[in-house]
């Protein structure tokens, strides 16, 4: 019963972060996740192992991530881990992970020639990879560290992509003034 219900806070997980990207409503499923993550919390009570098990923290870490990535792109707060009924553990690596689907909606921006709201991303992704830095457990504890590097990385990629953006857009500029002087 348990590895049913964290395949579904799983399944669900998925499926509103890609909803999230293509800009549809999500509550109804994120309801619905969140209610499943506190069924699978009620039914885990008395087994703590499992509760803590790397299945149940893996399907909680994705409902973190999709719920701190929907409330970034709808500007509100970030959600209560207790009011989820997930892992502070699960919740810190679901904030990483979500720095990737931010830098997602930068590289979307920038497709679209917006570079203003795909620096916005960038600020944002920003933030939460200095949160996430402020956390040094050893990996038996929390496995961060891969996380943290991922999204140094990631951060590092967009800044560069958006710089070249800023400069093509800029060279662009000038073309287009001297072609008019031509």
Request: charged share 30%.
């Amino acid at each position: 019963m348990a590895i049913k219900s964290a395949r579904a806070v799983n399944r669900l997980s998925g499926s509103i972060v890609h909803l999230i990207h293509k800009g549809e409503d999500v509550k109804p499923q994120m309801h619905e996740a969140i209610d499943e993550a506190h069924r699978l919390r009620s039914l885990l009570e008395d087994y703590p192992e499992i509760w803590e098990s790397g299945l149940v923290e893996g399907a909680l870490q994705e409902l973190a991530e999709a719920a701190i990535l929907l409330a970034l792109v709808r500007d509100e707060e970030l959600p209560d881990p207790d009011d989820m009924g997930i892992t502070g553990n699960a919740y810190m690596l679901g904030m990483a992970d979500a720095i990737g689907e931010l830098r997602r909606f930068a590289l979307e921006k920038l497709r679209e020639g917006d570079v203003d709201r795909a620096t916005t991303y960038l600020d944002m992704m920003e933030e939460m990879f200095l949160v996430i830095m402020r956390f040094d457990f050893p990996d038996a504890l929390i496995p961060i560290r891969r996380k943290q590097d991922i999204a140094r990385s990631l951060v590092e990629k967009t800044r560069g992509d958006i710089a070249v953006a800023v400069y093509s857009s800029r060279l662009q500029s000038k073309l287009d003034e001297l072609s008019r002087k031509l």
